[in-house]
């Protein structure tokens, strides 16, 4: 993980938020890779759950709601953590994060140091206005769920989707984690993708394991090792109150998961939420938030199925998923869909003005095939500069020599095998986009 994170910041993936104050715990900037790398992420969700689909809408809610809406979810009385604080230096800790726990002892060597457990609520408090009271606050969203649920009857209104349907949305969640660590799996700010699926009462089982499946197919299909990665269901203690069942995505983590029982835990979880959310707004607003099933000739609350994902999270996962160390080199070794740049165009030597002319020719056809995705790089050895497009994930580098000014093709390296083929400049286009897409 260290290894992981001096890459991430060296080569501008990822930075801690506010290094130059000093930082600020629980939060990570995303750096000019780390950006177009989560941006990869969130487009291939989107185009899984929602363009790729018949059956799900997106939406971008905003991330202040009415206060209400927290009392309404339950958030307000109980989105709390269980909370423990050490008499001796008055450290805090979840109570349920037994690995912290014991480390804790340890480096007191007694074990009876601690205060009774309390509940502490992780929403981040704010106001809406110029005036500080309780009559304003609200609350920064611990989730992006609630502003699809306050949304539904608009959605179902203003489209022509029936039940069974989906709406979806990326966005922004806060939660003022007791502890944070392990670089971007336990942050206090960061982006989530979720889904909220509904369904009629009685086909959620069904819809439940088709989500599983379809999670899981994600993840395998943009790279992810398959013994990394399992669904677990999880036993009924350890669910929300409202739950019908949760299954969770795990991956195998380098470092203990908070139980300290595995190196496997959550990735993602993908809960039935049953008719929870509905039915409570539905209470508070006191007005009917039903649907209407004109095929059934029938009125109920859906079932809702809720897969839910930090980009941090996945994003933390597809990188140690890729990163390898081989004799001569790192080599983050991303599926091509996520790496941020696709190709990275070479002169072989950078004072050599033919070559440059050439280079950049080719450069500016594939930028624009690419989406932006290309980077031109004539400084130093080609040694050097293959050494730097592998530890970024470059899938392919091509590369512009004396030759090419004769033969009009260039040499194509691939960054897993390091193999090299030539090819004809006017082919490398389409030579790349099926490599892509295969
Ligand atoms: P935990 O029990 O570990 O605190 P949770 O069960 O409350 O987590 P969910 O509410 O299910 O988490 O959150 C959905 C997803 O959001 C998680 O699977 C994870 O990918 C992501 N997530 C939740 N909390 C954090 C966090 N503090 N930092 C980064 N990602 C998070």
Redo the contacts with the bound molecule.
């Keep these: 993980m260290e290894k992981l994170v001096a890459l991430c910041k060296r080569r501008g993936f990822i930075f801690p938020g506010s290094e130059l104050y000093g930082g600020l715990n ?1 939060t990570w900037d995303l750096g000019p890779l780390g950006v177009a790398f989560a941006n990869n992420v969130k487009k291939e969700w989107w185009k899984s759950v929602v363009q790729d689909r018949e059956d799900v809408v997106g939406l971008d809610s905003a991330i202040l709601h009415h206060p209400q809406v927290w009392e309404a979810s339950g958030h307000v009385a109980s989105f709390t ?1 269980p909370l423990i604080e050490c008499k001796v230096c008055h450290a805090r800790f979840r109570a349920d994060h037994k690995n912290n726990i014991t480390l804790h002892e340890k480096t007191h060597q007694e074990k009876n140091i601690w205060t009774e457990v309390k509940s502490f609520n992780l929403m981040f408090k704010t106001f809406v206005g110029p005036i500080d009271d309780e009559k304003n606050k609200t609350y920064l969203r ?2 992006t769920a609630q502003g699809i649920f306050i949304n539904f009857k608009n959605v179902l209104e203003t489209t022509r989707i029936k039940i069974p349907f989906g709406i979806a949305q990326i966005g922004k ?1 806060f ?1 003022n ?1 007791i502890t ?1 660590g392990n670089f ?5 700010e ?1 982006e ?1 993708m ?1 889904l909220e699926f509904f369904v009629k009462p009685g086909t959620d089982k069904k819809w439940h394991d088709f989500w599983k499946q379809e999670r899981l197919q994600w993840y395998l299909s943009l790279g992810i090792k398959k013994e990394n990665i399992k669904l677990v269901d999880l036993p009924k203690e350890d669910i ?1 109150h409202y739950s019908k069942g ?1 299954t ?2 795990w991956y195998k983590w380098p470092f203990s998961s ?1 139980s300290g029982k595995s190196d496997f ?5 993908i ?1 039935n939420r049953g008719d929870y959310d509905l039915t409570q707004h539905a209470k508070y607003i006191g007005k009917d938030i039903s649907y209407f099933d004109q095929e059934g000739n029938e009125r109920y609350v859906p079932y809702v199925i809720e897969p ?3 980009v ?3 994003i933390l996962a597809f990188l140690i998923d890729a990163y390898y160390e081989e004799e001569k080199r790192v080599v983050l070794k991303l599926h091509p869909k996520l790496a941020p740049c696709k190709v990275a165009v070479f002169p072989l030597l950078g004072n050599k003005e033919e070559l440059i002319v050439k280079a950049k020719e080719i450069y500016k056809i594939l930028k624009e095939l690419f989406g932006g995705a290309v980077m031109f790089d004539d400084r130093g050895n080609i040694g050097k500069r293959y050494l730097y497009q592998d530890e970024i994930g470059t899938p392919w580098c091509v590369t512009v020599d004396f030759e090419t000014l004769k033969d009009n093709a260039v040499t194509v390296r691939d960054r897993d095998t390091t193999k090299q083929e030539r090819i004809v400049i006017s082919k490398v286009s389409s030579f790349l986009e099926k490599k892509l897409n295969s």
């Design positions: 629980g953590d611990p989730e969640g939660r984690e944070t971007l799996f336990r942050v206090r960061f989530m979720e929300a949760t969770e995505v908070s835990g959550e990735l993602e979880g809960a839910s994902v930090g941090g999270r996945a």
